[in-house]
């Protein structure tokens, strides 16, 4: 069974640090480009950061950048993203997302999990 299931939301304060997991199973990440999304309410999902297949390439959304750092554990076949000087504005629910186009296009995601900054 394909799943990516994400775990390391919760309530912080802004200011405080956040790390997210991704954990695959049924599949190998290491053929997959690997993302982090967002969608906080009454907003579309937006990209937030993704790393390319052996973690040579990140890129990231303006909105992030120098504060979430995403990475990836091949071996352990995890992503993370960790979050440091976290705003109001960064909760949403975060999801992880596995795309690869070769051999065959093939996409995956996981359920999310909510990350709610507030005092």
């Known amino acids: 069974q394909v799943q990516l299931v994400e775990s390391g939301g919760g309530l912080v304060q802004p200011g405080g640090s956040l790390r997210l997991s991704c954990a695959a199973s049924?599949?190998?990440?290491?053929?997959?480009?690997m993302s982090w999304y967002r969608q906080a309410p009454g907003k579309e999902r937006e990209l937030v950061a993704s790393v390319t297949r052996f973690g040579g390439s990140t890129n990231y959304a303006d909105s992030v950048k120098g504060r979430f750092t995403i990475s990836r554990d091949n071996a352990k076949n995890t992503v993370y993203l960790q979050m440091n000087s976290l705003k109001p504005e960064d909760t949403a629910v975060y999801y992880c997302?596995?795309?690869?186009?070769?051999?065959?296009?093939?996409?995956?995601w996981g359920q999310g999990t909510q990350v709610t900054v507030s005092s």
């Open positions: 997302y596995g795309v690869r186009i070769w051999p065959q296009r093939s996409a995956y």
């Open positions: 049924g599949f190998n990440i290491s053929s997959y480009t």
